[in-house]
């Protein structure tokens, strides 16, 4: 039996007025998705547990089995576990972004780009360097990730704190969003330290040159200490790989003790390669039975606030990633594929939301039986459906066991 599921990054999302009054996945043409939920099952499930952020790290350990209020401890040793930077048990990792800060005509102080224009990974390694050389050594380290994500290493730091994800305040002004509590003034300090260092630094003024936004600061956020969680074979016996090109996902699939797979063109944007991620996985099924395969480009174009970016998204994954994997599974006897976002990201709101998001599972069973209804891979029409798993984490051991899904 070979099993697979599939990712897209933040694909739920409200009615847009642009497109109709329809979501993006209502908009989209979407035909391979679409299989899945109509000759599958369909529904709704929670991703995000009262209490949590809506965030990918609280989301992705929920679609793979883990109960957050069990084994979430933030979102940064996750990434942490991706990057291969071991952390001791006094070691606090910390999301480092590099940002792009602006000024409103009134002065204000604003987030301009969380993401500094989507920076290269080359050029920000070459930024990251350079801070870690002036502001680590001791106590911090800065270690470069995948464009604007990098990681800060507190040893014998304090993670009881207030954080702020940046991409919650796109175009919002940064006062009363810098870190607060216990520890957050050495936060605050290594923050302001970086704006003139990263000022002064040549990439940063060949990036104007060229006209891009410069990255103006470094942004820390999602603290937490390495979380312990069984793996997917000490679980359900079954010997994995992931393919993603964000140190978020990856680092849980390496928590999960699946194997990373690199695709080359993966880059954790709209310009990834598809194609890619879909012929890479269906290679790695023949050599292992799981797969975990995400794309975030979705997600990127929810909080770019884009309908239309996410809607070309979504056709790009539909066709390129699931429409790969489906018709790769054709090889294999027995298979299932279960398909589900994170969390939404809302283009209204170009950040995550808590909304219910909409699952799919089709069997190599449901094909052989001719199975199929009247419904739509999207929100409402899983609405229709009327299943509604509250837990989403609980969907994961049922998929695989091919136990059958109730309220």
Not at 73 to 97: H, K
Not at 289 to 299: I, K
Request: one cysteine or more; glycine letters at 12%; a negative charge.
């Amino acid at each position: 039996m070979k099993y697979v599921i599939l990712q897209g990054d933040g694909m739920a999302d409200w009615p847009v007025a642009e497109l109709g009054n329809k979501t993006p996945l209502e908009y989209a043409r979407t035909p391979n998705m679409d299989r899945i939920a109509a000759q599958g099952r369909l529904g709704l499930t929670h991703t995000i547990p009262d209490g949590f952020p809506s965030g990918s790290d609280v989301g992705t350990m929920s679609l793979l089995g883990y109960d957050p209020r069990r084994y979430h401890t933030g979102r940064s040793p996750i990434e942490a576990a991706s990057m291969g930077v071991e952390l001791g048990p006094d070691d606090i990792a910390f999301r480092c972004n590099l940002v792009t800060l602006g000024q409103e005509n009134d002065g204000q102080e604003i987030m301009v780009d969380f993401a500094a224009d989507h920076i290269t990974s080359e050029e920000a390694s070459q930024l990251i360097h350079t801070i870690n050389a002036e502001l680590g050594g001791g106590e911090v380290e800065f270690h470069p990730g995948v464009s604007y994500r990098h990681l800060m290493v507190w040893h014998g730091g304090k993670e009881k704190m207030l954080t702020t994800p940046p991409h919650d305040i796109t175009g919002q002004p940064t006062a009363g969003h810098f870190p607060d509590g216990d520890g957050a003034e050495r936060l605050r300090a290594l923050m302001e330290r970086s704006r003139e260092i990263l000022a002064a630094h040549p990439v940063n003024k060949q990036r104007q040159a060229h006209g891009h936004k410069p990255a103006s600061s470094i942004w820390l956020w999602g603290q937490g200490r390495r979380p312990a969680v069984p793996t997917i074979k000490q679980q359900f016996g079954l010997e994995g790989s992931v393919i993603s090109a964000v140190d978020l996902v990856r680092g849980i699939g390496v928590l999960a003790g699946l194997e990373v797979i690199n695709v080359p063109g993966a880059t954790g944007f709209l310009d990834t390669n598809y194609l890619g991620k879909g012929q890479y996985g269906v290679e790695s099924l023949r050599h292992k039975d799981f797969l975990f395969l995400h794309v975030e480009a979705t997600d990127e174009a929810g909080h770019m606030g884009s309908a239309v970016e996410k809607v070309r998204a979504l056709e790009n994954f539909d066709e390129k990633v699931v429409g790969t994997i489906l018709t790769g599974l054709a090889e294999f006897p027995e298979w299932r594929v279960l398909l589900m976002p994170d969390h939404a990201t809302p283009v209204a709101i170009k950040t995550h939301s808590s909304d219910p998001v909409p699952f799919a599972i089709l069997s190599s069973d449901d094909v052989k039986q001719g199975n199929s209804a009247p419904v739509y891979y999207n929100e409402s029409s899983a609405k229709t459906t009327g299943l509604v798993v509250a837990e989403a984490w609980t969907i994961m051991g049922r998929f695989i066991r091919g136990t059958a899904l109730t309220q």
